[in-house]
């Protein structure tokens, strides 16, 4: 199993539809999750991080965390085509030992496509 | 500004030789990372480092090394042992402590076997 699994793209939605991206991970230890949009041929953006269970918002976008699923998924509603990247989920799992930092892992990404 | 400098943008290298690729932050972050991205993938991590020489293997670490001599530097050396290095290279830093750990990324080199 991937230590981290993002739903099979490519994903494709009517400009002004809600976007639905998801991603799950492994490690039940895992404390930061974040999503990253990348346009093609740049480097990553991050757009949102999430560390308790629940809902996030801002603006458009909506992160949802479950520990208790593994699951982390990120909205965007009133999708522009200015949103059309790839974004990437990823996980930051702490060391054995309970040491603060640890390995930042990065799911396969999707690619969305927002059409006018 | 602060920010993370990845140099150079473009690289080319010839069959056999080694190559080292640049990463300065000024961010006073701890934390620095070498990740690799192939077409139509996701980022896969090479090497990573907590404080100033000290340093381990990611995922993906044969035919790399690094070090990490100052807090600011994490130069990544691709060897000839990496039989496929053509691909994007991406260097992230980010603080070091349990919640807000964001990493932020330089603008990447792309390396090229010719």
């Known amino acids: 199993q991937k230590e981290v699994e993002q739903n099979s793209g490519p994903l494709s939605v009517p400009e002004g539809a809600i976007a639905s991206l998801n991603c799950t991970y492994s490690?039940?230890?895992?404390?930061?999750f974040f999503w990253y949009r990348q346009y093609s041929g740049k480097s990553p953006e991050l757009i949102m991080s999430?560390?308790?269970?629940g809902d996030k918002e801002d603006g458009r976008f909506t992160a949802q965390l479950n520990k208790a699923s593994q699951y982390v998924s990120l909205l965007i509603r009133d999708s522009q085509p200015s949103d059309s990247a790839t974004y990437l989920c990823?996980?930051?799992?702490?060391?054995?030992?309970?040491?603060?930092?640890?390995?930042?892992?990065f799911g396969q990404g999707t690619i969305l496509t927002v059409h006018p | 500004d602060g920010g993370i400098t990845q140099s150079p943008k473009y690289l080319f290298r010839k069959e056999g030789q080694n190559v080292t690729l640049s990463c300065e932050q000024n961010l006073n972050h701890d934390a620095m990372y070498w990740y690799r991205q192939d077409p139509g993938q996701g980022l896969r991590l090479i090497y990573y480092?907590?404080?100033?020489?000290?340093?381990q293997k990611g995922d993906i670490a044969e035919g790399y090394s690094v070090s990490r001599e100052k807090k600011e530097s994490f130069p990544l050396t691709v060897t000839s042992a990496q039989k496929n290095p053509t691909a994007f290279y991406l260097c992230?830093?980010?603080?070091?402590?349990?919640?807000?750990?964001?990493?932020?990324f330089g603008q990447g080199t792309r390396l090229t076997v010719v």
């Open positions: 999430i560390y308790s269970n």
């Open positions: 992230a830093s980010s603080i070091v402590r349990l919640m807000n750990t964001e990493a932020f």
């Open positions: 490690d039940r230890v895992s404390q930061s």
């Open positions: 990823a996980v930051n799992t702490p060391r054995a030992g309970g040491t603060s930092y640890g390995k930042l892992t």
């Open positions: 480092s907590q404080i100033v020489n000290d340093f």
